[in-house]
């Protein structure tokens, strides 16, 4: 697992990062029952209202990845978190508003609430859809990554979204094409496609950029491959089988599951399937060496060859996320340290993996976290204990 977010998408579209050492105490500012309250109110309160919500999700959303937890931001979450709970029952019944506004404010709080919030997962899985829904213009992916957060960690969720893609008619699919051409020119991390339909492939791949992060910080990762692995078959159109090759090829060996599923796919009749096999069989198995074999198979001209041979070696030797891409290892602030360090006891093991691979980029200015590593090499994962091991050669080279 190297491992799992594109970050520059993830900063661009769902985080405002924070300022470290910079952050003022907004927990106690947190007044979430006044503020529903208030929704229903005057103008001037319901705008102000509106303000404040806002200003919590767009600060703190679920897809910031705990590595950038600092001590005020779980407290502003955890107190966010208590406030809602009493809260879920109006928060549903806000589902139903005809004020699409309201509807997108209730999807936020539910989603920061997390599983606490499951009650709510019956009528989220009807509004997904719902005609009705999608004529509000209601997106179906806040539909779909709020049920994401609130399912319990161990249960898959992917296999509603796939049959959500699946069940569009051919002139939404189209739209929601053309809406992400607009938006994307090129999805990041993968070499050109050498088939005619490279952009529809691009782009449907893009849309395994959009639900990656939130995947990651929702902890589910392992228990969606099944489900994702099922979603390649031939059976199924385009936009389903690219997407959720791009999902298994991002989430790298977390998708350690699916290789001998996906093996078949290099015979695929289908140029694009084949080629996208073949990264997501790089990215899942990081084998350089395995590249020339694979190149074989998809028995490409000379000039693409070279060219997947280039691109596939980028993938192996980079992954999906590199810390340092975010920021200088060689100078890692006290506050994000602490959260990295933090990630080494989160509940989720998706979050303590990941926790591993940071420290293993940073190298020697991790030695202060050495014995909560240490706490993990009889981890009952294997990938864990591995990670361990990297992690410690990385910071006391032998």
Sequence with gaps: MRCLIIFALLLSLFVATPSYGQEPDLAELIQLEKWLTDLSGASQERRQAKENLQGILDSYPPSMTPVLFTPNIRSVIREYRRQAEPLIPQLIEMLDSDDVEDVNIALGVLTITGPDAKAAIPKLKAMLFDKKTHD??????????????????????????????????????DRLVGDLQENEERPVNLPNFPSRNSMLVWTYGFLSEIIIPHLLAAGHTRVEVPSLLQATDKKYP???????????????????AALPGLRKHLADSDPSIRYLTAIAILAIEQDAAAIPQIAGVLNLPPDERKEFETGAAKIVA??????????????????????ISGMLTHGNATHRRLGLIYLAEIGPAAKSVIPAIEKLRNDPDEETRRLVLKAMHAIKPQ
Excluded at 148 to 153: G, S
Excluded at 240 to 252: C, E, F, G, P
Aim: hydrophobic share 50%.
């Design 238 to 256: 385009l936009i389903v089988r690219s997407t959720a090759l791009s999902i298994l090829m991002t989430l790298q060996s977390e998708a350690s």
């Design 318 to 339: 980079s992954g999906a996320l590199r810390l340092k891409e975010v920021l200088d290892v060689h100078d890692v602030p006290p506050e994000l340290m602490e959260g």
């Design 136 to 173: 509000a213009e209601i997106p179906p992916f806040g539909i779909f990554v709020t049920l994401l957060y609130i399912t319990p960690a161990d249960e898959a969720v992917m296999p509603l979204a796939l049959q959500w893609l699946d069940g569009l008619p051919k002139e939404k699919r």
